[in-house]
């Protein structure tokens, strides 16, 4: 698989993801907490809403320098596939371990599911790379 085809598609997931936060931080922090603890506790959901607000520069960063290094050099490529296997291994380690045993989270593995793709392709990319 052609390093370029991973590079595009996971910019372009992690762009599109940043986007999504920054204009719909608040439906995202619902989604997060759930409707009852948002009902119960909205200090709660401005604090998610806010989460979201602040992850967005860093995913539209991550998703927009995959799409800009899409025609570097094959020893490059796999280098960032490298860091975004890591980074994506670490953010699904929080996922399952902190995640899922915090009380003030609605955690569920389908939110995971897209990342779960992402280092996926993160992976096979790697090890098709041409």
């Known amino acids: ?3 370029s085809l991973t590079l595009t598609i996971l910019g372009a ?3 599109l993801m940043g986007i999504m936060m920054l204009f719909a931080p ?6 997060m907490v759930g409707e009852t603890r948002a009902t ?10 806010m989460f979201h607000y602040g992850l967005s520069p860093a995913l539209l ?3 927009l320098t995959l799409i800009m290094i899409r025609s570097c050099a094959l020893e490059t490529a796999k280098n960032a596939l ?3 296997v890591i980074g994506t ?6 996922f399952f371990t902190v995640f899922t045993n915090a ?3 609605d955690f569920s593995v389908e939110m995971a599911a897209p990342d779960i793709i992402a280092l996926a392709l993160a992976i096979f990319g790697l090890m098709k790379a041409k």
Do not use: C, D, F, W
């Open 13 to 15: 997931y992690n762009a």
């Open 103 to 105: 009380s003030v989270m």
């Open 26 to 31: 608040g439906a995202m922090a619902l989604q």
């Open 82 to 84: 490298i860091a975004y």
């Open 1 to 3: 698989m052609k390093t």
């Open 89 to 94: 291994g670490v953010l699904l380690t929080l």
């Open 61 to 63: 960063m991550v998703g």
């Open 40 to 49: 119960e506790t909205p200090e709660l959901l401005e604090m998610a809403t």
